[in-house]
């Protein structure tokens, strides 16, 4: 038998992408089990969908951390291991054209969010971050410390378009106001840009002329909740390919 592999979910919403991870876990359709669900966003949906599926939930609250560093960043607030030049260089997620005292806030105030994360994930054996709807950008300082064996990715996300077309936060309304007539989703790894890593599946559906955002998006998920186990699997097979 498969050896299942570990995985770690984060989540920002309502987790339908989540339930149907829990769901191909639960009836070993996949080779993978769930250690646990992380949320920006305190009292969601989908920590619920994890809790009644007896896994273990931590929030990280991106906002009220963000509210308090605009009242101030001291160095004593930064991880210690902080390196802003490093990160700065690194960094493909906010254009050079940005001011650069915006992007320092927002490298700092991630990097504080992201130590809060890792200080919980890091205490797992884990093989695979999900990014099941998590509407956070990663940066370097978090990316480095999960993907440690260099050209090894381990953090996968789910993006509602087929990418490389429209990347950013609203793919599908990207897509319909766009005109498109095919729609689709991405599973991805993360690298430093923001949806630009290597895509591992894609799935798309036809848009007819009368179809609304709302008939888009119900669609796409539909497929996402297919797309997402499926490719989780391709990453257990690549790992158990490995160990034999
Ligand atoms: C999905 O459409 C996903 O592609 C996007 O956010 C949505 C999350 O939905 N990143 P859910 O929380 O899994 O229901």
Known sequence: ????????????????????IIDA????????????TGSDNPGVKGLE??????????VVDYAGIITSCKKGINDADLPSDFNLEE???????????????QLVFFLKTRAIAERK????????????????????????????????????YKIMNIHPALLPS???TDGYGDTFRYGCKIGGCTVHYIDYGEDTGP?????????????????VKKKGLVKEWELFPQCIQKFADSQNKQSR
């Open 1 to 20: 038998m498969a050896k299942k592999i570990n995985v770690g979910t984060l989540i920002s919403g309502g987790g339908t992408n989540l339930q149907a």
């Open 25 to 36: 876990c639960k009836s070993n359709l996949i080779d993978a089990n769930i250690l646990f």
């Open 49 to 58: 969908r994890a809790q009644k599926a007896d896994i273990d939930t931590f």
């Open 87 to 101: 990160i700065l260089s690194k960094q493909k997620l906010v254009e050079n054209s940005a001011s650069k005292e």
């Open 117 to 152: 994360l890792l200080d919980i994930i890091l205490a797992y054996d884990m093989d695979l971050l999900v990014l099941a709807g998590f509407m956070r950008v990663l940066t370097p300082y978090f990316i480095d410390r999960i993907n440690t064996e260099p050209g090894i």
């Open 166 to 168: 429209f990347p950013g």
């Open 199 to 215: 895509i591992i599946g894609q799935k798309a559906f036809e848009i007819e002329d009368n179809d609304t955002l709302e008939d």
